[in-house]
């Protein structure tokens, strides 16, 4: 610190130095030649240069003889220009983020004076060679340039607070390395002293343990191939062996199963009591019920069956005679019992000996369903349409015809919905063959 006062009273002094030049010039362009010696009396007779402040505009001693307003106008101009350059000088200090401290450099005396430049540039040099013996101590610790702040400036407190920070910052990453490796299930002794050192030599660190671990895992990936490879050369021997057990086992179990269909064939009555002990369905008793009051009503030779179909959700189903078809749909509409006055379905199916008409309806009375079929020929099927029953079967049964050909007697529009009335076959039969080959 006491360096650095010597260098700021020598500034001043230099500074006043030139001012008492330039106002003894001054005094001697006004005076003719004689006035420059008076004008330098002051000084041999040892009176005090007045010094000022930095920050102050300097006026010259009115014992220099030059006029006033002159020597004042030019000291507040080269005042205004010193603080106009050391507030540049700090603007470009603080944006570079180096200390106030590094102000020397900027604060030179005005070029009237010679020895004032020199000293400014020696202080530049001493400056310029400090950095440098400071970055080469960096570098030989291994630290990274951009830690070069202020701080190494400024007073020995200073520097131990950074370097306790710095030893914390490191115990911290230290710790969190550890706690990361142990999570990961690696080895302590992993720690090695590169990770205290710049974070390049982290990232290197870091390249080279994961270029270790892809090489240990081709390495296992490898050894494991070569064994499964040694496994499939040492079975290789047994392939044949292996597959000719396995067809000797294939062809005693078919054996054995066509043995055990014999034996079935010959139990049929057996087989048929598991059946009967299967248990009944829900709607089991809703089935009953259509059927009795059909037999009461309508006779006995109506039906000519009724199940419980178990692939369609249990629905009971009544099988219709070709010639009661119409009557029976028509009673299980009317009648108080049984209402069914909802027709959900209707579809026609090919079962290439015969065709069958599919009828679903729902009783919205009593909650309930049931469906109706019918066979018809299949040379030439037809079968009385349900429109007068139920409006809802005009489409369906146009359906039917246009893809299976069944004509529907006292259908009121029945024509084909899907396909030209110049079309030739019936897609949906199982004999279909395109007329176009191209369609």
Request: neutral net charge.
């Amino acid at each position: 610190m006491s360096g650095e006062k010597d260098l700021e009273q020598l500034k001043k002094e230099a500074v006043a130095k030139a001012k008492a030049a330039a106002a003894a010039k001054r005094a001697a362009k006004a005076a003719g030649t004689a006035e420059p010696k008076q004008a330098e009396e002051p000084k041999q007779e040892g009176k005090p240069v007045e010094l000022v402040k930095a920050d102050e505009p300097v006026v010259p001693p009115a014992e220099a003889g030059a006029p006033v307003n002159d020597a004042d106008d030019l000291a507040k101009k080269k005042a205004a220009a010193v603080a106009k350059a050391k507030a540049a000088a700090a603007a470009k200090r603080k944006a570079m983020g180096e200390a106030p401290a590094e102000e020397a450099p900027a604060e030179t005396a005005p070029d009237a004076d010679g020895g004032a430049d020199d000293l400014a540039k020696k202080k530049a040099a001493a400056v310029a060679k400090a950095k440098a013996a400071a970055a080469a101590k960096r570098k030989a610790m291994g630290e990274a340039p951009a830690e070069e702040t202020a701080s190494e400036a400024a007073s020995g407190g200073d520097a131990d607070d950074l370097a306790k920070k710095k030893a914390a910052a490191v115990a911290k990453a230290k710790a969190a390395a550890a706690a990361k490796r142990k999570a990961m299930g690696e080895a302590p002794a992993e720690e090695t002293a590169s990770e205290a050192a710049s974070g390049g030599d982290a990232d290197d660190l870091a390249k080279k343990k994961a270029a270790a671990v892809a090489k240990a895992k081709a390495a296992a990936a490898a050894k494991a191939k070569a064994k499964a490879a040694g496994a499939a050369d040492a079975a290789g021997g047994d392939d044949e062996k292996a597959k000719a057990i396995a067809a000797a086992k294939a062809k005693a179990k078919a054996a054995a199963a066509a043995k055990a269909k014999a034996a079935a064939g010959g139990k049929a009555g057996s087989a048929d009591a598991p059946a009967a002990e299967a248990k009944p369905s829900a709607n089991q008793p809703y089935l009953d019920k259509y059927v009795k009051v059909i037999e009461e009503n309508l006779g006995s030779d109506v039906l000519e069956d009724s199940y419980i179909n178990k692939l369609s959700k249990d629905v009971p189903t009544l099988v219709a005679k070709r010639d009661t078809y119409f009557k029976l749909a028509q009673f299980l509409k009317y009648n108080e019992l049984l209402g069914f006055d909802y027709l959900s379905e209707l579809h026609g199916t090919d079962f290439e000996t015969y065709m069958e008409v599919y009828v679903h309806f729902y009783s919205y009375k009593n909650r309930q369903s049931v469906a109706l079929k019918v066979r018809i020929d299949r040379g030439e099927p037809t079968i009385e349409s349900l429109v007068p029953l139920w409006a809802g079967a005009e489409w369906p049964e146009c359906e039917a015809y246009d893809l299976l050909g069944i004509k529907f007697t006292g259908h009121p529009d029945l024509r084909r919905i899907f396909l030209g009335e110049d079309w030739v076959g019936y897609p949906l039969r199982k004999d279909y063959e395109p007329y176009d080959v191209e369609v």
